[in-house]
């Protein structure tokens, strides 16, 4: 089915794809010399023009109408109109329209298009000024070149220089294998050059194709990554491969599409039912994003009051401690309406992580997920968790914690799969963090997680507590067992290990908590806090980097 069938409406009212090209045309001129003059009759200025935009014409026509088409039936947009679509209107400069490949190998020189396979340029998004690459699969199916790296390496540099974003469109066959180790040098210098942009501007990676093999390692050094469902894929080895070497059959989809990378592996970010959908998506992410780490969250315009009381969360906390409820309602309650943006909602749900607003400033929000698995930490949710916040601390976006969590996941699953050394990633994330860093713990808060959720002992700048919260070594079923072992009035016991040790006055009493308020106030109180440590200054003790356990 043709994607166009298949577009919202909000496509076809606010832009129209354009599939038509200029037609080649030459003019035809009379050469003039001078009767004084023997000098060789030289091409006129206009015929050089003309020149030149036929060759713009047939970089824009990339690989011919044939492949456009082909590209169109397989529900994907050409390099160009993902370009259109995402940008402002008319706000793309192009960079680079005219290169072209040295390679002479195996014919190469017979197939030269201008452009070669990479579409590069700058724009904006919403007003802001964004780099981009689109690769172009109907030119040598995408793949990459010395010239098609280079193009790629020229628009990284620039977004670093002026402090930009970068955004990489991928959809890619990989490396041209007919330029041999000048092909793998170019993907080896984008991939030093991602590192070197990391923490300095924010990259995403949007898959709307092919990405397999050592091309897969650029969007994985990369902050973000979409994915485009049934036409994109990620893998280092493809099925061909998996089933020589392991005998076992499985589809690209399976093997490495959308739903396996944002549900099992956790590499993508989210996925999206179309291109037009991923696109917009991208559009409604940027504006959380500050531009780079000099630069500070934008702060949009906010019509919800900051003093707004939601009594709704004075009873959301179901009054036993075993009854699950959904965090997502609580941040919807706290921040600005509408506007949470989760980040890998179907992986690791047991925590959340995204973007918020509060007072119309960005935050990045974790929260730990009472209706999966009671919200406790395991391996996947240590590493999704780190990673946002390691990004938000990048980037100077202050971050919010919602605590409810009692523990760390036992088992010997975990424990075998390094829960320790992965847990430690959590952990090493909020201590090295900078940022203003305000925690709300709202229920339960054991043990060893309750020191590595933004607890007050890791710097954190603001911690407080609703009366719900219970701040203990461990539950009262589990101290009890331990202390009064061989009590024969356990209830009891476990009735009187509440009553001290499991509310949040005892952490109060001891400044653990700066406050206990009711929940209905915590959006106000956020506020307040977020504007009085807008000029928090901290920096940490001069290092090469740290040794973060890997």
Not at 66 to 94: N, P, W
Request: charged share 20%; with cysteine; proline share 5%.
């Amino acid at each position: 089915m043709n994607i166009l069938s298949r577009t919202s409406r909000w496509a076809h009212q606010t832009r129209t794809l354009h599939y038509s090209h200029y037609p080649r045309y030459t003019p035809k001129y009379t050469e003039y010399t001078p009767k004084h003059t023997q000098h060789t009759p030289r091409h006129t200025p206009y015929t050089t023009l003309s020149a030149i935009q036929q060759k713009r014409e047939q970089a824009h026509e990339g690989g011919g109408q044939l492949k456009i088409k082909a590209q169109h039936d397989k529900g994907k947009l050409t390099a160009r109109e993902r370009i259109r679509l995402l940008l402002d209107k008319d706000s793309f400069r192009e960079y680079d329209v005219f290169a072209e490949h040295q390679c002479t190998e195996f014919s190469m020189q017979n197939s030269i298009i201008p452009g070669d396979g990479v579409v590069t340029g700058h724009g904006t998004i919403h007003n802001r000024r964004v780099f981009i690459y689109s690769q172009d699969f109907t030119v040598l199916g995408g793949s990459l070149s010395r010239a098609n790296a280079n193009k790629i390496l020229k628009i990284m540099d620039q977004a670093m220089l002026v402090g930009a974003p970068i955004i990489g469109l991928e959809d890619s066959g990989g490396a041209r294998i007919q330029e041999g180790v000048d092909s793998l040098a170019g993907y080896a210098d984008i991939f030093q050059k991602n590192v070197m942009a990391s923490g300095v501007v924010p990259q995403l990676s949007v898959i709307m194709g092919p990405c397999a093999g050592g091309a897969v390692y650029s969007p994985a050094l990369t902050d973000f990554v979409f994915m485009v469902q049934d036409t994109s894929y990620m893998f280092v080895t493809g099925p061909d491969v998996v089933k020589a070497v392991t005998n076992e059959d499985v589809s690209q989809e399976v093997l490495g599409g959308a739903r396996t990378h944002t549900r099992k592996s956790g590499v993508a970010h989210n996925a999206f039912a179309n291109d037009i959908e991923a696109l917009q998506a991208v559009r409604d992410f940027f504006p959380y994003l500050p531009l780079s780490n000099k630069d500070t969250p934008v702060r949009m315009d906010c019509d919800d009051p900051l003093d707004r009381q939601d009594t709704a969360l004075d009873t959301i906390v179901p009054s036993h401690s075993n009854i699950a409820y959904d965090m997502n309602e609580v941040i919807n309650r706290i921040v600005d309406a509408h506007s949470f943006y989760e980040i890998s909602p179907k992986f690791a749900q047991n925590i959340l992580v995204g973007f918020g607003r509060l007072a119309g400033q960005s935050v990045g929000i974790v929260a730990n997920q009472p209706l999966v698995s009671s919200g406790a930490l395991d391996i996947d949710a240590s590493v999704k968790a780190a990673r946002f916040i390691r990004f938000c601390d990048a980037f100077n976006i202050p971050l919010v914690t919602l605590v409810d969590v009692p523990g760390f996941m036992p088992g010997t699953a975990q424990e075998h799969a390094g829960i320790i050394r992965n847990g430690a990633k959590l952990l090493y994330a909020y201590c090295e963090a900078t940022v203003p860093k305000l925690t709300v713990i709202t229920r339960k808060a054991y043990g060893g997680a309750y020191i590595v959720m933004s607890s007050k002992h890791l710097r954190g700048d603001y911690n407080v507590a609703w009366p719900s919260a219970e701040i203990a070594v461990m539950g009262a079923s589990g101290a009890v067992e331990i202390i009064f072992r061989n009590h024969k009035d356990k209830s009891t016991m476990r009735s009187e290990y509440k009553e001290k040790f499991a509310t949040p006055l005892f952490a109060a009493k001891r400044g653990y908590v700066d406050d206990i308020i009711k929940p209905s106030e915590t959006r106000t109180r956020l506020i307040e806090q977020l504007d009085l440590l807008q000029t928090k200054s901290l920096q940490n003790p001069w290092k090469k980097h740290g040794c973060i356990p890997l």
